[in-house]
């Protein structure tokens, strides 16, 4: 069956390193993914897509590779901030379908 | 611009009964998606609608049902509430709909529903 899966439940860090967050799929043709940010009682917001042809994205601190023979993704904030600290959901729509289906999310606390 | 606007922002039923919540996209924003969040499933798709037409439709039961209006505005209905119907029912707009090359969605604040 079709699985999204973000391997970590919570994330924390130190403030001013990397964060990585993972996200895995399996028994998907992928058309795009999409990382969302999500605040407590707040709906997500948007960040960043990737379509399953390109390798990397960037925006400003943020980096997102997709790598369809791992069947992963990864979302990098560098010099992270406290500000940073939220709920981090990945989600794929599928080829054909463009449905999205989301993961759980990453819960990711960033330490001062 | 005014971002989603969703109502009621919270609301108590009991099992049984019917609940109608409503969607508000961004202006000039055609496709609209409703999706529930829980601690346990995430946050799951329940359908999409562009141009008054229901484009998508998650793995949910006939009970939950949607519609869009002329305007883009959308409601959905559950019908005879379970306890497990508690939830954050959430709503997204979009310009176009998924797959049409501008799938930036904007979340709305969601509606809480509690089922007693």
């Known amino acids: 069956s079709q699985k999204i899966e973000q391997n970590s439940e919570a994330l924390n860090i130190q403030e001013g390193k990397t964060a990585t967050l993972t996200c895995n799929y399996t028994?998907?043709?992928?058309?795009?993914l999409q990382w969302y940010r999500q605040d407590p009682g707040r709906g997500p917001v948007f960040l960043l897509l990737?379509?399953?042809?390109?390798k990397e994205k960037r925006k400003e601190r943020l980096k997102v590779t997709f790598d369809t023979t791992l069947k992963q993704s990864l979302f990098h904030i560098t010099a992270s901030q406290p500000a940073d600290s939220a709920t981090y959901l990945c989600?794929?729509?599928?080829?054909?379908?463009?449905?999205?289906?989301f993961g759980k999310g990453t819960k990711l606390s960033v330490i001062p | 611009k005014a971002g989603v606007t969703q109502t009621p922002r919270y609301l108590i039923k009991t099992r049984g009964q019917q609940v109608t919540l409503s969607c508000s996209p961004i202006?000039?924003?055609?496709?609209v998606s409703w999706y529930q969040q829980t601690p346990g499933q995430g946050l799951q798709f329940l359908f999409e609608?562009?141009?008054?037409?229901?484009?998508n439709k998650g793995n949910f039961p006939g009970r939950f049902s949607g519609r869009q209006f002329s305007n883009s505005r959308s409601e959905m209905n559950v019908s005879t509430l379970e306890l497990g119907d508690s939830a954050l029912y959430l709503c997204?707009?979009?310009?176009?709909?998924?797959?049409?090359?501008?799938?930036?969605?904007?979340f709305g604040p969601g509606t809480r529903l509690l089922v007693l």
């Open positions: 997204a707009s979009s310009l176009a709909p998924q797959g049409w090359g501008q799938e930036t969605q904007y």
């Open positions: 028994n998907y043709s992928p058309a795009y």
């Open positions: 990737i379509r399953e042809n390109e």
């Open positions: 989600a794929l729509a599928g080829a054909g379908s463009y449905q999205l289906t």
């Open positions: 202006s000039g924003h055609r496709s």
């Open positions: 609608y562009f141009s008054e037409t229901q484009r």
